[in-house]
């Protein structure tokens, strides 16, 4: 009976000990394949790295720094290309970009301003005043240059806003026309186309004739030889010959021969040589 005992005791001890064994494999054995399985990632991880390593260091021998020649060969090949980019080849049409066309039909096109006539204003018919008609005249007759009546040179000049010798009467004073001195007998002629409108022997002047013109305009011609060639209310002509120089004028006996010549624009004296041809 000891010896069964023993052995049932014995059989108990072996179940005993081989039912925790079996706990503790179930409790433990998922921890210990997880540690394995870690233990494996990382030594497949660890090997990989290192043949990268070896790879990349193994590239890195094999690559080798370009020397000079090359560089500068592959500089000029670029400048080069450069070159021919800009250059238009032969036999290649160059195709305008149609962003141009697009942006040029984009602008707005100038409008060129349309001319527009003006009307014509129509003239309308203003009546002509006398007075007008009277200046009219008389600038035309202005802007006419007198023929000069009588050949010879200019001695007093025309002075109505200065003061000038007279010989004859020996003092200063104003002189209402111009002297052309000439030889005793030489022909004066009518400055313009006109009428005979006044011959008188005047003490002071001599023998004075006076002519009317266009526009109002008179001339007069003083200290002549002779009242005899033309008549009042004769027609004469330009440079028709109307008396000769004289010596008939008592206020120019000290001046010797000479033509007094006078010219009037509505009864006011103005200055002969401003119509008269220069006379030296």
């Excluded at 008188?200 to 002519?211: A, E, Q, R, S, Y």
């Excluded at 002509?237 to 007094?260: C, F, N, Y």
């Amino acid at each position: 009976m000891s010896f069964e005992n023993n052995d049932n005791n014995n059989n108990n001890k072996d179940n005993n000990e081989k039912g925790k064994l079996y706990k503790f494999l179930d409790k433990q054995g998922f921890y210990l394949i997880l540690l394995l399985c870690v233990a494996l990632v990382m030594t497949t991880a660890i090997w990989v790295s290192r043949q990268d390593e070896e790879f990349i260091a193994e590239d890195s021998t094999e690559i080798e720094e370009p020397t000079e020649v090359e560089v500068t060969m592959m500089e000029d090949e670029e400048e080069a290309a450069e070159d021919t980019a800009t250059q238009p080849q032969k036999g290649v049409e160059i195709v305008e970009s149609p962003r141009v066309e697009k942006e040029e039909e984009a602008k707005p096109k100038e409008i060129e301003p349309k001319e527009v006539e003006p009307k014509k204003a129509e003239p309308k018919e203003v009546e002509p005043q006398p007075e007008l008609e009277k200046e009219s005249e008389a600038t035309a007759a202005k802007q006419q240059v007198m023929t000069q009546p009588v050949m010879g040179k200019v001695g007093m000049p025309f002075a109505m806003d200065k003061l000038v010798y007279h010989k004859t009467l020996d003092h200063w004073g104003v002189h209402r026309g111009v002297d052309i001195h000439a030889e005793e007998g030489a022909p004066v002629r009518a400055a313009l186309d006109g009428e005979v409108v006044e011959v008188i022997n005047d003490t002071v002047m001599g023998i004075t004739i006076t002519l009317k013109h266009e526009g109002d305009l008179y001339t007069r011609y003083s200290n002549l030889s002779t009242d005899a060639m033309v008549k009042v209310g004769q027609m004469v002509d330009r440079g028709q010959v109307i008396s000769g120089v004289g010596r008939t004028a008592s206020l120019k006996t000290e001046e010797g021969p000479l033509l007094h010549f006078q010219v009037l624009e509505d009864d006011t004296l103005v200055d002969p040589q401003g119509y008269l041809p220069k006379i030296d």
